[in-house]
Structures are given as structure tokens and as C-alpha cells.
């Protein structure tokens, strides 16, 4: 992508107090409150804990599912129906993130759970909800899988959602099509989904919850036709006329496979519930199980059902007025980092607090086999997940970041040998899971067929898990900080990937985190890691990037809509946590003496609350940026292109960590304060 002019107004700081040290009396005293806050917050287990913010189709979601199960909870249904409405913008809308335009999906999807719960057309805020909606096009413009959600209770015409046959279940491995090529969560809702979009179940609704209002014409004049490609001769046209033939095939009154098809999925789905009920620890694949489980005839009472439905209530955070649900939980995730902020500012290693965390992560670590197997078939178990339970899907960049916590922690010496062992049965997973071109996915390797993305199915999220610069720089950073050499084959390969990746103007993009200061704060401390010369030309062009982008504040923000605007690269709001990446590289470039390192510094003093935290209502963790294939296009689509975001982000999926908020600043001037005494 070509390098973007500066914006207007977001200068670099040169200002007296930007160029003068912090005190260390001051600095002191700011890490030793967040050390403190993180001493009070601290489960009894172990392990520490944030919320993960989403949107509001979690909650709207949950409603329309309990009432397919017909497991209505009238007060927790008030509860959540008073979250949604908390979250309704001004314009009626619903949205992905925060301070983000309103989405047209959301609103749908909050506008019809509101109904259902009872709430009147004509209440102020559905009105104001049906204006916003209206004025983008009503329901015939939302994504493929809401109008699968209205499908389900007959608000949507199932003609109008795309095909996937069951017996997709039964191709092997190494066929096209097949499960594996999918990435991990997009595995997860698929096979599921293959039931629902083949069976098409109804649930009638009440006359009043029906959403025909939201129809720009009368329903029996809608177009519920597929989206045509342009030309029919690409692959997307392709796919298009494949999928009307599986349409065909779905009418046909014999099909040979479909009972072997159907009890494989079964099987596959019940196999893939974790302990606490969830499908890989996520919502999407969660849901659509269920309701897969349901209609495939398993009793209310079968287990995996029971198990599954009472497991949201570990995801809800519920007070006396509302109920909020987390598409996710991130324990691992939250206590690794928070141990590494810890260490790094001075907390000693044996501290019990420390000690604590580390049993607590030692007890984490999967021997259990899972999907990525498939990829990686000589590879023993040995890795992480994000969540509390997820066996069958650690992730890459868990596992990274998990064993730097580790190797910095002192246990007993009779409690060492374990801790080492975990961290080499880690470290060859990671070796395992290393893709061809050298970098590191989430959860898969090598996962990268980028014609599934032309699929009609495929305009959700990302289908693809490819690898990503901001993993690979963790696992780089991790091997730097074991003490392996650089000459290591996956070490080099990694390096050469990384290099690869970096854009024209100095910056890498960030597939995890928002988002070229995710990228260079997670690239150059992986370099120092490792030993590079960060005198290098490519290295001063990312430092000189940062500098550019640091706004009059001191601190570091880049906007969501960074992933669909390259004229937001860098650009936004400062926040704490991405303050905290631009001067943890910079510090691992040398530029501790650097006035714009200065004024980060200040900025982050100045932000601290009484309690140790800092506050941070910006999303700045990604989920799905929306591209459908993972990783940036090397065009953007345009408006009428298919898959064309605008800072709505429709098929994006956007996280506020609240835990980032707090550790990476104490990272980042933990850090800082060891620099400056070394000097």
C-alpha cells in the first residue's frame, strides 16, 4: 500500500515537558500502582481476567436462540434486551465498535430480538432503529448470516441463503472443499451450519415480533436471489452456479450419503464440545450447534445440549438491570500478558503473586490432540488456548507469549523441571506449526485457499487463517528471548517472512491487533529480541513512521477504520494500549532519549487513574478485519465490489481487550525505567 501524508494535526510533541525525563519518583510511582491493581484483581486461582467487549449481536443472538429452544429466561431476557438499548448510537443504529458509523446487520439483528422480547414498533427506539435501517436499504441489504437468523424464525426467505450440503463432511483431507481447508472458527460454524442450511428449519413468531417494516417494498417483490457475480466466467461466477446446482440437489427426493453425512456431523459436533459447553471457546460455532443438535432430534435433556446452553451463563456478566454476553473468554490470553508486565517492571520472579500465575499456566497446557493435527501430523500436543476450555484449538500466539511469561518465572526447585519441560513441549509445537512461507497462523499452518473466499457462503469474517506479521514477530520474539541463534532454520525463515511483509512506508499491518502500531510494536522488539541491527534502513523507516504518526498528545491511536481507509493508517484517539506498542518499539530501536519516546511516556503518566488503570473505550483488538481471506488484499474492493467495507465494517469483528488498557502500559514503562537505569 503507498506510504500516506501525515494528517493534519497529528504532529510530534515539542513540547519543554516532552523533552525533559520523567521523574523516577513519578515513574515509580505509577508502576507501583498498577502492580498494585493487578495485585487486588488477581483470581484466587491465579490467573487475571478482562472483559472482552464486542457488539451487541452477541446479545441479540442469544435471545433469538433461547427462544428457538424454547428456553426463555423473561428475566435475563430484560436484562440483555436493556443492554442492546444501552447501546443503541443516536441515529438509531447499532454498530461494531465503538464511535464506528452504525451497521445495518447489527441493527437488524437488535431491532427483531427487541421485538421479540416484547418491545413495540412504535416504542421510540425501535423507531428510531427502523429510520436507520430504512435508509440503508432495510433487510434485503444485511449480511448472509443474519438473514439466516430472520430465516429461522420466518423473516427471511430461505431462497435467499446461500447452499452447502451435508455431505461436505465426508470429504477427505487432502479434496478441495473439505472442513480443514476452512480455518479454525470458520470449521466450527460450518459444520453445524451444513444441517441448518440443507433443513431450513422454522420457528413461527408472534404477528407482533414480525419485521415487515424493515422491507423497503412489500416482501412477496423482493429479489431474493443470490448476488450475481459480474462475469460468470471467474471463479466467484463459478461458485454462483455451483451453488444453485447443490440447490437442485437438495430437492432431489434421493441422497445416497445424506444419513452417513448426518450422523458424521453429528459425531464431529458432539466431539468438538469443550467442558464448559462451548465450540471452540467462541459464539458463532456455539450457537449454530445447538441449534443443529436441536434439530437433528437430540432430546432437551442430551447432555451436549444441557452442557452447551447452561455454559453461556460463564460468558454472561450480568448485574441487577443488565446482562452483557462475551463472544469469548481470555484468561490465558490476560494472565500471560499480565505476567510479562509484571516481570518487566521489576516484580521479582519468585513473588508469590508471580509464582501463583505461573502454576496457574503450567496447568493450561494441552496434551490433548485437535484439529490442527491435521496440518501438523507428526506434531505431540503442547501448546495453550485463549480461553479457559478450548482443547482442541491452541493458538500460536498464546503459546509465544505464554513461554516468554514462563521463561522469566522462578518456581520451586522442585517445581523446575516441569516448567521447563512445558516450555519445550511449547516450543516444538510452535516448531510444528510453522507454514511454508515461514510465518505462523493462529491455529492452523498453511492455511491459505483463497478460493474459498469466492464462496456465496463466504461473506462473513475471514474463511482463511493464513499466517500473519504480528504472530510470527511473537514466536521470533519468544526464540530471541530462549537464546536461540539467528542462523536456527525456522528462526531464519521467520526473519525472512517478517522482512518480506513490511510495507513501502516503514509500518506492518496488523491482523490481531489495530493495527499498523500493532504490527510495528510487535515486529521491532521481536527483531531487537533476536540481535538485529536496529540501525538497519528498514528499521529506521518504522521508527520514523511512528514519529510521524504520534499525536500532539504524546500518545499513540489508530481508528478500526484503519482496515478499509488507508488514509487512517496510524491515525486516531490516543489510547493507552496502543501508546504503550509505539514506545515498546521504540525503546527496542534505542530511542530511549528521544523526545516523541518522552512524550508517550508522559502521556501515559498523566492518563493513569487513582486505582492504577487507565481508561480506553477504543476497540483496539481485531478479530476478523473483514477481508475475507485473512490478510489484506492487495487492492481494497470498491464500492459495488464484493466485499467492500466502509468504517461500518460490516463483515469485520472488532475487540476491546480490558485488560490491554492496563498491561501494556505497565510493560511498556516497566521497560522504559530498566533502559533508563542501565544507561
Not at 500502582?33 to 495485585?39: A, G, T
Not at 468438538?272 to 449454530?288: F, K, L, N, R, T
Not at 526464540?479 to 517472512?497: I, N, Q, T, V
Amino acid at each position: 500500500m503507498a506510504t500516506q501524508e501525515k494528517p493534519a494535526g497529528n504532529r510530534r510533541i515539542e513540547s519543554i515537558e516532552a523533552a525533559d525525563a520523567p521523574p523516577q519518583s513519578k515513574l515509580a510511582r505509577v508502576i507501583r500502582r498498577c502492580q498494585d491493581y493487578f495485585r487486588r484483581c488477581q483470581y484466587p486461582e491465579g490467573y487475571w481476567w478482562g472483559k472482552l467487549e464486542s457488539n451487541s449481536t452477541m446479545e441479540a443472538e442469544y435471545l433469538l436462540l433461547s427462544y428457538f429452544l424454547d428456553r426463555k429466561d423473561e428475566e435475563r431476557w430484560r436484562k440483555m434486551s436493556n443492554h442492546i438499548l444501552s447501546q443503541q448510537r443516536e441515529d438509531g443504529s447499532w454498530g461494531q465498535y465503538y464511535d464506528a458509523p452504525g451497521d445495518v446487520s447489527t441493527s437488524v439483528e437488535c431491532y427483531f430480538a427487541l421485538k421479540l422480547a416484547g418491545y413495540s414498533a412504535d416504542a421510540e427506539p425501535l423507531r428510531r432503529a427502523r429510520d436507520f435501517i430504512l435508509s440503508r436499504g432495510g433487510v434485503p441489504e444485511v449480511r448472509v448470516f443474519t438473514k439466516i437468523w430472520l430465516a429461522l424464525f420466518g423473516q427471511w426467505d430461505w431462497k435467499g441463503t446461500p447452499n452447502m450440503p451435508p455431505e461436505l463432511i465426508l470429504l477427505p483431507p487432502w479434496a478441495p472443499f473439505n472442513i480443514y481447508e476452512f480455518s479454525s472458527w470458520a470449521r466450527g460454524t460450518i459444520v453445524p451450519m451444513l444441517i441448518i442450511l440443507t433443513h431450513r428449519p422454522v420457528c413461527p413468531v408472534p404477528e407482533p415480533a414480525h419485521i415487515d417494516e424493515l422491507y423497503p417494498k412489500p416482501r412477496n417483490e423482493v429479489d431474493y436471489s443470490l448476488p450475481k457475480p459480474d462475469s460468470t466466467l471467474s471463479l466467484a461466477g463459478f461458485f454462483y452456479h455451483l451453488d444453485r446446482l447443490v440447490g437442485i440437489y437438495r430437492k432431489l427426493p434421493i441422497h445416497p450419503f445424506r444419513g452417513q453425512a448426518e450422523r458424521k456431523i453429528q459425531e464431529w459436533v458432539i466431539n468438538h464440545q469443550e467442558a464448559d459447553g462451548s465450540w471452540g471457546g467462541i459464539q458463532p460455532p456455539w450457537v449454530y450447534s445447538l441449534l443443529a443438535l436441536q434439530h437433528l432430534g437430540l432430546p432437551e435433556d442430551h447432555p451436549a445440549l444441557e452442557k452447551g446452553y447452561n455454559g453461556f451463563d460463564g460468558f454472561a456478566i450480568e448485574d441487577d438491570e443488565t446482562c452483557t454476553l462475551q463472544a469469548c473468554v481470555s484468561p490465558v490470553w490476560d494472565t500471560c500478558l499480565v505476567q510479562q508486565a509484571l516481570l518487566e517492571s521489576a516484580m521479582p520472579g519468585d513473588d508469590p503473586m508471580i509464582r501463583k500465575s505461573t502454576r496457574w499456566l503450567l496447568s493450561r497446557q494441552i496434551d490433548a490432540p485437535g484439529d490442527w493435527q491435521v496440518r501438523a501430523r507428526d506434531a505431540k500436543p503442547g501448546g495453550w488456548s485463549f480461553e479457559f476450555h478450548n482443547s482442541a484449538y491452541p493458538d500460536v500466539d498464546d503459546v509465544s507469549e505464554v513461554i516468554i511469561a514462563l521463561a522469566q518465572a522462578k518456581l520451586t526447585p522442585a517445581e523446575e523441571p516441569q516448567r521447563q519441560a512445558a516450555i519445550r513441549r511449547g516450543v516444538d509445537w510452535l516448531v510444528a506449526m510453522q507454514s511454508k512461507n515461514g510465518g505462523w497462523a493462529a491455529f492452523d499452518k498453511d492455511n491459505n485457499r483463497k478460493y474459498l473466499t469466492k464462496l456465496p457462503f463466504s461473506d462473513f469474517g475471514e474463511v482463511l487463517d493464513p499466517p500473519s506479521v504480528d504472530v510470527t514477530a511473537h514466536v521470533v520474539e519468544m526464540f530471541g528471548k530462549l537464546g536461540y541463534s539467528r542462523d536456527y532454520p525456522p528462526l531464519e525463515r521467520a526473519y525472512r517472512y517478517i522482512l518480506r511483509e513490511q510495507e513501502d512506508n516503514g509500518s506492518w499491518f496488523g491482523r490481531w491487533g489495530v493495527n499498523y502500531i500493532y504490527g510495528v510494536g510487535a515486529v521491532l522488539p521481536a527483531l531487537e529480541a533476536i540481535g538485529e541491527d536496529m540501525s538497519q534502513p528498514y528499521v529506521r523507516r518504522a521508527v520514523q513512521w511512528l514519529i510521524d504518526h504520534q499525536n500532539e498528545n504524546g500518545g499513540w491511536g489508530e481508528s478500526c477504520g484503519s482496515y478499509v481507509d488507508p488514509r487512517l493508517h496510524g491515525v486516531g484517539p490516543s489510547t493507552a494500549s496502543q501508546t504503550a506498542w509505539a514506545l515498546l518499539a521504540l525503546l527496542a530501536a534505542g530511542e530511549v532519549d528521544n523526545p516523541v519516546t518522552r512524550g508517550g511516556i508522559h502521556y501515559l503518566l498523566h492518563t493513569q487513574n487513582e486505582d492504577g488503570s487507565w481508561d480506553e473505550p477504543y476497540f483496539t483488538g481485531a478479530g476478523f478485519p473483514g477481508y475475507l481471506q485473512g490478510g489484506p488484499p492487495k487492492e481494497l474492493p470498491r464500492p459495488g465490489d464484493r466485499g467492500y467495507q466502509g468504517l461500518d465494517l460490516p463483515a469485520g469483528f472488532m475487540i476491546n481487550y480490558h485488560m490491554y488498557r492496563n498491561c501494556w502500559p505497565l510493560l511498556a514503562l516497566g521497560r522504559y525505567r530498566r533502559l533508563l537505569l542501565r544507561e
